[in-house]
């Protein structure tokens, strides 16, 4: 019967090749074995030993070629601080800050600034490599090369700005359903900016207000791919309102800063567990 054939090739088969590397001898008792329980010719037992041996030899490459692809593929984060944000959210000021320990007075450019700093207050093992990119809406896919050298994103919000929140919800919708920040879970830090002002909206505010943006953007685009493969842009949980720091993709914290007063401890805590 079948198990009894199953039986006669397999327990011969366990019993002497549980050596790591089983000799000839080994293959050739193997299949004296199987001839003498299978009463069968010596040529047609080490026909179905060699059988056997190649079948598991497959399996393993089989079971293998996984394993090896998903410890060889996997993706790690850059090494680069990538601060990304409106225009006049204050991004170069905090870069010039961060280098020069100085307030400086910044213009819009199109040009992005990138230096190795050392930072006193962080104690980091090694200087960080720092990229300030433009908030120009032009310049913004073109960001998306820098995104696979980030180990985190510092985005910085203008605190006082409520008409660009919009901007920044679509900012961050783009991000969120980037496929490296999907796939490097790259860590965002909203740094809600310019807290010194008395004109500055509350955190609780400003996170309502990209929650909102976020939803009506996820609901309108749901729409437009419905019935297609959606899953790579449709963001939070469906039939529960989008949360940003419960639904999106990527680790996201929040904090409010002051780059002219300064007030930078928040952003400093957050570099720190991402750089020491």
Request: with cysteine; glycine share 6%; hydrophobic share 40%.
């Given at each position: 019967?079948?198990?009894?054939?199953?039986q006669?090739?397999?327990?011969?088969?366990?019993?002497?090749?549980?050596a790591?590397?089983?000799?000839?001898?080994?293959?050739?008792?193997v299949?004296?074995?199987?001839?003498?329980?299978?009463?069968?010719?010596?040529?047609?037992?080490?026909?179905?030993?060699?059988?056997?041996?190649?079948?598991?030899?497959?399996?393993?490459?089989?079971?293998a070629?996984?394993?090896?692809?998903?410890?060889?593929?996997?993706?790690k984060?850059?090494?680069?601080a990538?601060?990304?944000?409106?225009?006049?959210?204050?991004k170069?000021?905090?870069?010039?800050?961060?280098?020069?320990?100085?307030?400086?007075?910044?213009v819009?450019?199109?040009?992005?600034?990138?230096?190795?700093?050392?930072?006193?207050?962080?104690?980091?093992?090694?200087?960080?490599?720092?990229?300030?990119?433009?908030?120009?809406?032009?310049?913004?896919?073109r960001?998306?090369e820098?995104?696979?050298?980030?180990?985190?994103?510092?985005?910085?919000?203008?605190?006082?700005?409520?008409?660009?929140?919009?901007?920044?919800?679509?900012?961050?919708?783009?991000?969120?359903?980037?496929p490296?920040?999907?796939?490097?879970?790259?860590?965002?830090?909203?740094?809600?900016?310019?807290?010194?002002?008395?004109?500055?909206?509350?955190?609780?505010?400003?996170?309502d207000?990209?929650?909102?943006e976020?939803?009506?953007?996820?609901n309108?685009?749901?729409?437009?791919?419905?019935?297609?493969?959606?899953?790579?842009?449709?963001?939070?949980?469906?039939?529960?309102?989008?949360?940003?720091?419960?639904?999106?993709?990527?680790?996201?914290?929040?904090?409010?800063?002051?780059?002219?007063?300064?007030?930078?401890?928040?952003?400093?805590?957050?570099?720190?567990?991402?750089?020491?």
């Amino acid at each position: 019967s079948s198990s009894v054939l199953a039986q006669a090739i397999v327990a011969p088969w366990v019993a002497r090749v549980s050596a790591p590397r089983p000799s000839m001898d080994t293959i050739n008792g193997v299949a004296m074995a199987m001839e003498d329980k299978l009463g069968v010719s010596a040529n047609f037992a080490q026909v179905i030993t060699w059988l056997v041996i190649l079948t598991i030899g497959w399996l393993i490459f089989q079971l293998a070629i996984p394993a090896s692809k998903g410890a060889l593929g996997k993706r790690k984060r850059g090494d680069a601080a990538l601060i990304l944000g409106q225009c006049g959210a204050g991004k170069t000021a905090l870069f010039f800050r961060l280098r020069d320990e100085a307030e400086i007075q910044s213009v819009s450019s199109l040009k992005l600034s990138r230096d190795k700093l050392r930072i006193k207050a962080l104690d980091t093992p090694a200087p960080i490599d720092f990229i300030d990119y433009p908030g120009h809406l032009r310049m913004r896919g073109r960001a998306s090369e820098l995104l696979k050298e980030a180990r985190c994103i510092v985005y910085l919000v203008d605190s006082e700005d409520k008409p660009r929140l919009k901007d920044v919800a679509e900012h961050l919708y783009e991000l969120f359903t980037n496929p490296d920040v999907l796939e490097l879970h790259t860590p965002i830090l909203l740094a809600l900016n310019k807290t010194d002002l008395s004109s500055a909206r509350t955190e609780k505010f400003i996170i309502d207000e990209i929650d909102r943006e976020i939803e009506i953007m996820r609901n309108s685009r749901g729409a437009t791919l419905e019935g297609q493969d959606s899953a790579d842009s449709y963001l939070g949980i469906e039939g529960e309102k989008f949360k940003l720091l419960q639904h999106a993709p990527c680790p996201v914290q929040t904090c409010r800063i002051s780059v002219k007063r300064p007030s930078l401890d928040p952003l400093h805590d957050f570099l720190r567990e991402q750089f020491a």
